[in-house]
């Protein structure tokens, strides 16, 4: 049971109503930012490691000349381009899952790249997301600026439409692809130069576009870059095409095969006049880069409702959750985590106090701080008692160096940490247990007696490595006793397939709305 859905409050402002504790300030977002920001050094996500450095390839040999940042970034332009605006459907969607074993898809990119954000996918966060996630994080550590990144974008079940234009497809079939996903000739141009700047094209898959003689002892796959600089997102692709210097814009320009020149054919368009005010806004290019992307990785389903955007967080609550300690005493546990821009430090220690204790504990800083292009990380732990979880309707964080913040929170009802976990039943199994404690709020089957409880968990599925999730309802509860004050109810389900990633367990109101959530791996 983490912080939720509470916005980020000062002391000045008054708190709102309490929706439960937490993760802050929603699970996804708080799962989003994590992956965003906490990229290096104290608990920093492992999803980084695979662009790190950005010329790493993470789904095989260094000497494939194979590079994972490029490969995401195109990704998300398969998924993307099929979209068709008028009527609503398409665009970043995961159904490049289901689609690639199309000639249009060729290429290593999509299995690569969903395989790897094949255990990362939960019920909070879908492949989809993780396609629009991963925009954003090569650009934004391959040395591009920071994409606005939201949340909430769907998976589809099955494949969607075709229409990804490949070397040998025609201009006006390619501007009638790029027209149908809302994007008109300037723009076309300028998303393809954006795209451009990172990797190669290869000999394996696409040998009508580059030639044999590519492929070498360190570069197996035979791939030729797009500029000089293979990654890192930098104007270099336009202004190399413009001079005829080093890459002149790669293989899609000067392919020793005429039909495969798609790049020089939709850049000469219109007599390169798009390329040439590229080029000249010098590293302003690259704030257009974020608009188009922007714009892309926003492209959705009709319903689709996209979340706020995700900002990295000054204060967060990581973790924070009430539990049971061993000696079964209540108690408030977790993280604080400060992220400073700029030279200023965050402090060794900073206070915590609640609703209970307006004097508060003092939180002394771990030694290991994270690094970030945002800035730097510090993460202070906690675990306090609490003695009347009744009055335990807020806790506030205040130090030297940043701005204090108030979190509401309910003690009324949690899902239980320390008693919530996963067990491999056999290789296609899992069990997943929990408890609920529950002091009386929140209640509503069996006129409100027994908590209503959603298990939902990421499983394999045919035709595609983006996982589908199994969701289980209104899951059986059974009495277990009490604890500190609390009912505790246990239950369990057993999961039938491959589980892959984190299986979310959460506590829903009489609206059905999430309350707390636990999530297991
Ligand atoms: C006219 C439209 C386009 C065509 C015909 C085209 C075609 C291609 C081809 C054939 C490759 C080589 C893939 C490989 O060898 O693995 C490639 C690579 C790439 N494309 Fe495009 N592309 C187009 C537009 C775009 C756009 C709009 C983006 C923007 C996101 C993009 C991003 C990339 C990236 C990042 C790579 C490098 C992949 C890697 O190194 O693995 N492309 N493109
Ligand atoms: C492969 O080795 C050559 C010669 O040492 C070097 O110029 C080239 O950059 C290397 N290519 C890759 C993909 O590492
Ligand atoms: C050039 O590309 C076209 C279209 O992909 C293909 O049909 C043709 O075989 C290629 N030519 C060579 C010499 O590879
Ligand atoms: C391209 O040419 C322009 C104008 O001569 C020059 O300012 C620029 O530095 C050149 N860029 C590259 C990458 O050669
Ligand atoms: C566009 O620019 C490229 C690179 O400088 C050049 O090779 C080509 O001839 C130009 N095309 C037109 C129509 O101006
Ligand atoms: C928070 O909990 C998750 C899931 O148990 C764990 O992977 C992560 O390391 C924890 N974060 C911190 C800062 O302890
Ligand atoms: C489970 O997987 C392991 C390793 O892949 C295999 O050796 C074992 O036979 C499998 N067990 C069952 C019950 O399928
Ligand atoms: C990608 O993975 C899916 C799911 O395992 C599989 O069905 C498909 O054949 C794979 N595609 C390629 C190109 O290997």
Redesign the pocket.
């Known amino acids: 049971m983490y912080l939720s859905k509470l916005p980020v409050l000062t002391l000045l402002h008054v708190l709102a109503p309490a929706s439960s504790t937490y993760f802050y300030p929603t699970v996804q977002a708080s799962l989003l930012e994590h992956i965003l920001v906490d990229t290096s050094g104290a608990h920093a996500s492992s999803f980084i490691g695979a662009i790190t450095p950005c010329t790493n390839y993470v789904s095989g040999a260094q000497t494939f000349g ?9 990704v ?3 998924d ?2 099929t979209a068709d605006i008028a009527s609503g459907t398409g665009g970043i969607d995961a159904s490049i899952g289901f689609e690639t074993l199309r000639d249009e898809n ?4 999509m299995n690569d790249s969903l395989g790897f954000f094949r255990p990362y996918v939960s019920s909070k966060i879908g492949t989809a997301d993780f396609i629009a996630l991963s ?1 954003v994080m ?1 650009v934004g550590n391959c040395g591009g600026p920071q994409i606005p990144l939201r949340g909430g974008r769907v998976d589809a079940t099955g494949p969607g439409a075709s229409g ?4 040998e ?1 025609s201009l006006e079939e ?1 501007l009638e ?2 027209s149908g996903a809302g994007f008109n000739k300037v723009d ?1 141009i300028g ?2 130069a ?13 040998p009508t ?2 030639g044999p003689e590519a492929v070498t002892p360190n570069n197996t ?1 035979g ?1 030729i ?2 500029d000089s600089t ?1 990654a890192i997102f930098d104007p270099l692709v336009v202004h190399e095409y413009l001079n005829g210097t080093g890459n002149q814009g790669g ?2 320009v000067n392919s020793f095969n005429v039909s ?1 020149r ?2 020089l ?2 850049y000469e368009s219109d007599n390169n006049a798009t390329m040439i005010k590229l080029g000249n806004q010098g590293e302003g290019f690259l704030n257009t880069c974020v608009t188009l ?1 922007q714009r ?1 990785i926003e492209t959705v389903p009709k319903g689709v409702v996209l979340s706020d955007v995700v900002k990295p967080i000054p204060v967060k609550p990581i973790n924070a959750t009430l539990d049971f300690d061993s000696g079964g005493n209540l108690i408030f546990t977790g993280y604080i985590r400060i992220l400073t821009t700029g030279i200023s430090a965050a402090p060794q220690s900073i206070l915590l106090t609640t609703s209970l204790d307006q004097k508060g504990v003092v939180l002394n800083s771990e030694s290991e701080i994270g690094s970030n292009v945002f800035g730097s990380t510090k993460f202070y732990p906690f675990s306090t008692k609490v003695s009347n979880p009744g009055s335990f309707t807020s806790f506030a964080v205040s130090g030297r160096g940043f701005s204090s913040k108030t979190f509401s929170v309910q003690s009324n009802i949690f899902v239980v940490p320390s008693l919530t976990s996963v067990t491999a039943t056999d290789n296609t199994t899992a069990t997943v247990s929990f408890s609920i404690a529950s002091k009386g709020g929140y209640l509503r089957r069996d006129n409100g007696k027994v908590p209503t409880v959603r298990v939902e968990a990421p499983v394999g599925q045919m035709g595609t490595l983006g996982p589908a999730i199994a969701k289980f309802e209104d899951v059986a509860v059974t009495s277990a006793g009490q604890k500190a004050g609390y009912a505790i109810w246990e239950g369990s389900v057993a999961v039938e397939g491959w589980t892959l990633g984190p299986i979310s367990v959460s506590v829903l109101d009489g609206k059905g709305n999430e309350v707390d959530v636990v999530m297991v791996d």
């Open positions: 194979r590079e994972t940042a490029a490969q995401w970034l195109r998300s332009f398969h993307f381009i060729s290429g290593s990119a925009v090569s990804v234009p490949a070397p497809t390619t692809f790029f076309s998303l393809t954006c795209g451009h700047t990172l990797g190669s094209v290869h000999h394996g898959g696409f576009v580059v796959a791939g870059h797009f293979v293989p899609l495969s798609s790049d054919r939709l992307f892309m």
